[in-house]
């Protein structure tokens, strides 16, 4: 089912033109040019994973890297209009063109499309460009399921122009090359990648929204000032965009940015620096009165939290989930209870039996507020949970009480102290991983390698850091575990973003060594 689209936006196949900031004083635009030094490539980052789709089109098109230093290439000028065809599309969400033997990157396009770019940047590698207006639309290209007048501009979205089942498709796609070029491993111990699960709502999804806007250089706002920019950032800028609607936030967040935009103005003089603004949806339902219209048997109500330290509310299906408004949890809820299926269901083949009967024994590493503990953990034997967050654990303590889950405990740690507090056995024990985006630390695996639980469910925002930890795994002590499956849930539609999850069984070596030749690598 999908969410009614919001109403039509104006004309959208060009960049539409914002507010901007000058450039500041001629010390500021220094600072700034000192602060674009480039940064180190982090180990599955966007820098390093647009790096590396860059150099598999350059190998796919016979190109070398240039022999000559930049910038004596005979380059075409900054600022200059460029004609160009998308060849790719990335995996952070650009589109990839060649001309005259180099890779420019183009925001908001997709193979196929002729656009016009204005070039930004030049680097050794590749230039960098803004995407301008469509000359010749790809086949994929559907500029009228644009639902945003701040799309092609705001860095939020890449995919508005593309079919939903194309998004889900590409998301499939970027799993794909993630194992390819970040795990290391043996395509045959892989399975084929399954079809990416879609999000029921692909817009008015998110349930979490952050706003910032940026102080003045000294001193804090005078009296009188003008209101700054409120919104997110401007692609390929260090500059913010000024944003009154965001669609793909809940209806709730979407009044919340007006209200939160008109506090600000008003209250400009008590900020003495930029500020992030955060809109947080919470639910409150009451049981439906007898004659009272609708088809649940709940009544609710959505309130927009903008305090950090207040509490918001949450349900998946009949369970409850109290946080903290400031704390980490899943930002849309409409996929949540497809995340039963990945812990609790068989896969189709049979290989994977529902952890509610076998193993007997859950770990929900990184457990934030209790998510996969609570939707889980009821008719296993006993569920232990961890988190480096003191107060997740001490939610995650609370909504595991008040959903009558009555064999969990909770450790605030590194994730690996677990290990020392597990007194289930290994043959009986599943361990959920949900990671931050820059996946598991060594001595966390070392530990998990050292218990060798049944099965391993991990669940990742980076689907490049997890590929590169099942590579450690597997080609390490864990060349036992067999990969049951890996797939796609589409938690951000829109997006270039997708939460991985990779199922392992531990069949032990010789069971891996008698499998069929063509049991995974389907
Ligand atoms: C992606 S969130 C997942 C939370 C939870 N599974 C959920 O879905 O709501 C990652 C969690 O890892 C926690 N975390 C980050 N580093 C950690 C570490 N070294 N050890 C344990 N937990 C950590 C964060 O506090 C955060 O709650």
Request: with cysteine; net charge neutral.
């Amino acid at each position: 089912m999908s969410a009614p689209l919001p109403p039509p936006p104006g004309p959208s196949n060009t960049r539409p033109q914002f507010r901007q900031h000058d450039g500041g004083s001629p010390r500021n635009q220094k600072r700034r040019r000192l602060e674009r030094a480039p940064k180190p490539v982090k180990e599955g980052g966007a820098e390093e994973v647009l790096q590396t789709d860059i150099s598999s089109l350059m190998s796919a098109l016979g190109l070398t890297r240039p022999e000559k230093p930049f910038p004596e290439q005979g380059l075409p000028p900054i600022s200059s209009e460029i004609e160009l065809t998308i060849k790719m599309l990335s995996s952070t969400g650009d589109g990839l063109a060649e001309h005259s033997g180099r890779i420019y990157v183009v925001p908001f396009s997709i193979p196929g499309d002729i656009i016009t770019a204005k070039v930004i940047r030049h680097t050794t590698t590749h230039s960098i460009t803004d995407f301008l207006s469509v000359k010749s639309p790809s086949q994929d290209r559907d500029d009228s399921l644009i639902g945003c007048k701040y799309f092609n501009t705001c860095s939020g979205c890449q995919f508005q122009m593309l079919p939903y089942a194309k998004q889900l498709e590409h998301k499939r796609n970027v799993i794909l090359k993630a194992y390819d070029n970040f795990s290391n491993l043996d395509p045959k111990l892989l399975p084929g990648i399954g079809d990416t699960v879609g999000s029921p709502l692909q817009y008015s999804y998110r349930t979490k929204l952050t706003p910032h806007f940026d102080g003045p250089r000294r001193g804090g706002f005078k009296a009188g000032a003008p209101t700054p920019d409120i919104g997110f950032m401007i692609k390929g800028r260090r500059q913010v965009l000024d944003i009154e609607d965001c669609p793909i936030g809940t209806d709730i967040l979407r009044k919340g940015i007006k209200t939160a935009r008109k506090y600000v103005e008003e209250n400009l003089h008590t900020y003495k620096r930029g500020a992030t603004i955060l809109l947080r949806e919470s639910t409150t339902r009451r049981p439906r009165e007898e004659g009272e219209e609708g088809n649940t048997k709940w009544v609710e109500e959505k309130e927009c939290i903008t305090d950090n330290n207040a509490q918001t509310t949450e349900y998946i299906g009949d369970y409850k989930f109290v946080n903290p408004a400031g704390a980490f949890f899943q930002n849309n809820n409409s996929i949540l209870p497809a995340l039963h299926y990945p812990v609790l269901t068989t896969s189709p083949d049979g290989t994977r039996t529902t952890i509610s009967t076998s193993p007997k024994y859950l770990v929900d590493a990184y457990c934030g507020s209790g998510l996969f503990t609570i939707l889980c953990g009821k008719n296993l034997t006993s569920v232990i949970g961890v988190d480096i967050a003191a107060d997740s654990i001490a939610y995650a303590s609370s909504n595991a009480a008040a959903n009558n889950i009555e064999n969990a405990r909770f450790i605030a740690g590194n994730a690996e102290t677990i290990f020392e507090s597990i007194d289930f056995p290994s043959t009986e024990t599943s361990v959920i991983i949900d990671p931050p985006r820059k996946g598991c630390d060594k001595p966390f695996l070392d530990q998990l390698l050292e218990f060798k639980p049944k099965r391993v469910v991990y669940v990742s925002c980076n689907v490049h850091t997890q590929a590169r930890d099942l590579g450690y795994i597997l080609n390490g002590k864990g060349s036992g575990y067999r990969v049951d499956e890996i797939r796609g849930f589409d938690f951000f539609p829109q997006t270039h973003h997708v939460e991985g999850v990779a199922i392992l069984t531990w069949i032990g070596e010789e069971g891996i060594a008698s499998l069929p030749e063509d049991v995974n690598n389907g």
